[in-house]
């Protein structure tokens, strides 16, 4: 598999984390992969086949060939039926709201066809996809109706977006009191807040911030991982904490998981990393 991010210029920065491309340009049948929960609402267009999704009870059924995947709270298992070539956007938590301006939470979970929520402007990026001769112009073209999409955008909530700032600047690790307290709001109408703009309360997107820190520690371990220094350093109260947590995100058991080929999510994870935090907060 091969993939590509692009950065995306102001003030779209501020609100996308990146675009993102994969491709493979093989045909021959792929295992089933797990796509984990990273506290972002993406968009997704599939310029080649478009990939199988499995149900809880193990049915499938095709993806759109362009869908808004809302914040997840459990695995994805998918499975490519041809050619790859996917182009993703991929938002900051809370990123997607001033280009969708609907409440997150309505979507969170959920896999949609674009065009169920952007009419015809889900269309319209589809085709300008498809006619641009490369992965740069097609990013660019979707730069652009997203830019215009942004400016029709008034009602900017800096308090919700400081809120978010400092969960993922913690690493996940910050208490919903103290968020409260900082934010000088109570936590009922934090938990509102967050669940219009994120899809998510602040708790969880906490639980899934620390969940993806596991992955940028596994990578910097690279031999076998040290599970017992993991849990501390992620923010877990204990070896137990730590599986119990990760089976719901993940699905598996850590090492269950690590034994697994998963090319595409390998991709995708410790998405929310400090470096790339700092970077927006400060863009």
Same mark, same amino acid.
């Given at each position: 598999?091969? &993939?590509?991010? *692009?950065?995306?210029?102001?003030?779209?920065?501020?609100?996308?984390?990146?675009?993102?491309? #994969?491709?493979?340009?093989?045909?021959?049948?792929?295992?089933? +992969?797990?796509?984990?929960?990273?506290?972002?609402?993406?968009?997704?267009?599939?310029?080649?086949?478009?990939?199988?999704? @499995?149900?809880?009870?193990?049915?499938?059924?095709?993806?759109?060939?362009?869908?808004l995947?809302?914040?997840?709270?459990?695995? #994805?298992?998918?499975?490519?039926?041809?050619?790859?070539?996917?182009?993703?956007?991929?938002?900051?938590?809370?990123?997607?709201y001033?280009?969708?301006?609907?409440?997150?939470?309505?979507?969170?979970?959920?896999?949609?066809?674009?065009?169920?929520?952007?009419?015809?402007?889900?269309?319209?990026l589809?085709? !300008?996809?498809?006619?641009a001769?490369?992965?740069?112009?097609?990013?660019?073209?979707?730069?652009?109706?997203?830019?215009?999409?942004?400016?029709?955008?008034?009602?900017?909530?800096?308090?919700?977006?400081?809120?978010?700032?400092?969960?993922?600047?913690?690493?996940?690790?910050?208490?919903?009191d103290?968020?409260?307290?900082?934010?000088?709001?109570?936590?009922?109408?934090?938990?509102?807040?967050?669940?219009? !703009?994120?899809?998510?309360?602040?708790?969880?997107?906490?639980?899934?911030?620390?969940?993806?820190?596991? *992955?940028?520690?596994? +990578? !910097?371990?690279?031999?076998?991982?040290?599970?017992?220094q993991?849990?501390?350093?992620?923010? &877990? &109260?204990?070896? $137990?904490?730590?599986?119990?947590?990760f089976?719901v995100?993940?699905?598996?058991?850590?090492? $269950? @998981?690590?034994?697994?080929?998963?090319?595409?999510?390998?991709?995708?994870?410790?998405?929310?990393?400090?470096?790339?935090? +700092?970077?927006?907060?400060?863009?």
């Amino acid at each position: 598999m091969q &993939y590509e991010e *692009f950065q995306p210029a102001e003030p779209l920065a501020q609100h996308i984390k990146c675009f993102w491309i #994969l491709e493979n340009t093989f045909t021959h049948s792929s295992s089933q +992969e797990r796509i984990l929960p990273d506290g972002c609402t993406e968009i997704v267009f599939h310029q080649g086949d478009a990939f199988d999704q @499995y149900n809880q009870d193990g049915t499938a059924e095709r993806q759109p060939m362009a869908m808004l995947v809302g914040q997840m709270r459990r695995p #994805l298992v998918i499975q490519p039926t041809g050619r790859v070539r996917v182009l993703g956007v991929r938002f900051w938590p809370g990123g997607a709201y001033p280009f969708l301006q609907i409440p997150q939470d309505e979507i969170a979970g959920q896999l949609i066809a674009l065009d169920a929520v952007l009419g015809s402007t889900a269309r319209e990026l589809h085709s !300008r996809i498809a006619d641009a001769p490369t992965a740069a112009e097609s990013v660019s073209q979707v730069e652009a109706i997203l830019l215009t999409r942004l400016s029709r955008f008034r009602r900017h909530d800096e308090a919700a977006l400081k809120a978010i700032a400092l969960i993922l600047r913690a690493g996940g690790c910050l208490s919903i009191d103290t968020l409260a307290r900082e934010m000088g709001i109570n936590s009922r109408t934090l938990d509102r807040t967050f669940n219009t !703009r994120v899809g998510l309360s602040p708790k969880t997107l906490c639980r899934i911030v620390r969940f993806q820190k596991v *992955f940028q520690m596994i +990578e !910097r371990q690279k031999s076998s991982p040290d599970w017992v220094q993991i849990a501390l350093d992620c923010g &877990y &109260y204990d070896q $137990s904490h730590f599986i119990k947590e990760f089976k719901v995100f993940a699905g598996k058991e850590p090492t $269950s @998981y690590l034994a697994e080929q998963n090319a595409m999510s390998d991709h995708f994870t410790g998405a929310l990393n400090p470096e790339k935090v +700092e970077a927006r907060m400060h863009g």
